[in-house]
């Protein structure tokens, strides 16, 4: 469990990082517009929001931002969460109220600044480390599938398939790292005869045994 959340060697970061990325290519390849990675916010001017926990930086930026989502011409701003479902704070609750809870979290430091500044819409992408996404990220990635499906002319069963088979991927490959990640400073050397799962001896094996 505490290698989901250990920030030591980047491997939580690497997790947001490779799915904020992916989505970026979705939405490039669905035909939207305007995609940029890690968009600055326009600062604030004079308006004051509701919330406290609103986001007022000058420096703000948010992961995802492309027009043509929802609608022609029209920007849409993500911002992405990748949570351990196994830690303490997280396990209290069940896995679907657990995902919404870091939905509204997203929302009330971000929505309220992106509708009323930007005049643009928000969409907290949430997920956790079993690939279990949110409400908010299950209706963003139907829609990129319709775009998708639209603009290649693949059927939208097939293309949404696409769209979650390379999601699941993505997530599992960095759940992987994160479990196996080497943390520390020390090198240590495997050999097969450790009890281990020695990825290089296996590899070797199997490429012998074909």
């Known amino acids: 469990e505490h290698s989901l959340s250990c920030a030591g060697g980047g491997f939580v970061y690497m997790g947001h990082n490779q799915l904020r990325d992916l989505t970026a290519n979705f939405l490039h390849e669905a ?19 509701s919330l406290k926990s609103a986001n ?5 930026r948010l992961d995802v931002s492309a027009r043509g989502v929802w609608s022609p011409g029209d920007k849409t701003f993500l911002d992405f969460r990748v949570f351990n479902s196994l830690a303490p704070t997280n396990s209290a609750l069940p896995l679907d109220r657990t ?5 509204e979290e997203k929302k009330r430091v971000y929505n309220e600044r992106v509708l009323e500044v930007e005049k643009s819409t928000f969409s907290p992408i949430v997920c956790s480390t079993t690939g279990i996404f949110g409400n908010e990220a299950q209706k963003f990635y139907r829609q990129v599938a319709i775009l998708l499906s639209n603009r290649s002319g693949q059927e939208y069963q097939h293309t949404i398939r696409y769209i979650r088979q390379r999601l699941a991927f993505c ?4 759940t992987v790292a994160s479990l196996r ?22 590899i070797n094996n199997l490429t012998h045994a074909f």
């Open 31 to 49: 035909g939207c517009k305007d995609v940029v990675i890690e968009p600055r916010l326009l600062p604030l001017t004079g308006e004051v929001l």
């Open 56 to 60: 007022t930086a000058n420096d703000a």
């Open 99 to 103: 995902l919404l809870k870091h939905e």
């Open 171 to 174: 997530i599992l490959k960095t």
């Open 181 to 202: 990640g080497h943390r520390g400073t020390k090198v240590t050397r495997y050999t097969s005869d450790r009890n281990d799962i020695n990825i290089l001896y296996m």
